[in-house]
């Protein structure tokens, strides 16, 4: 068999071009529900990647940043040196998804936040956290999410945080029927919701994000 001389000369493409046949989406492996997501990624056909260090994270095509508490996660990115990294690959295109405390993360302003909490920007949003009241006050709702279908989504709600607004890039994706708050939006290559998509056997919102990742890679 012949070879062909242009693969074997000049200097090899960080990424290859064209769709991976291997596309990865990595989850934030800090803290929170890092193996429900893991599951859920599998779940959608995905291959899925607990991601804790810089290197890991240069490695996948899409990240996810778990629900679980977004002040502690921040601690530990911060600790961990992710999130400067974070950061850039943010601003490089990569997508993102964030689920409750992963939305807080997400968020371009944050109400409500511990003192020195920060937050990535990835999204023109102001998002109130623990808006949805504490532990107790915990719930499910049935939510239309634009993208997933006709049919409805059974949300899971924890300590959530809402979203008081949005800037014009930004798709809102559902709100919540009883308050008619925000709980779900979009913005270019970055997905959030404020309910636990992971702890549900539905991959709908899963799959939404492994689409945007294929897109990308
Ligand atoms: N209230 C939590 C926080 O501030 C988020 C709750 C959750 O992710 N279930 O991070």
Redesign the pocket.
Known sequence: MPTSDAALIGPSPARPAGPRAHTAIGVLALQ??VAEHLQAVAGAGARAVPVRRPGELDAVDGLII????????WKLAAVFDLAGPLRGRIAAGMPVFG???????LAARLV???SGQETLGAIDMTVR??AFG?QAE?FESDLLVRGAGDAPFRAV?????WVEDVGPGVEVLATEPRTGRIVAVRQGRALATAF?PELTRDTRVHAIFADMVREES
């Open positions: 929170g529900d778990p629900g679980g508490e977004s002040t502690t996660i689920s409750c405390a992963g939305m807080i993360m409500g936040g511990a956290r623990n504490r915990s709600f924890i300590r959530a945080p636990h």
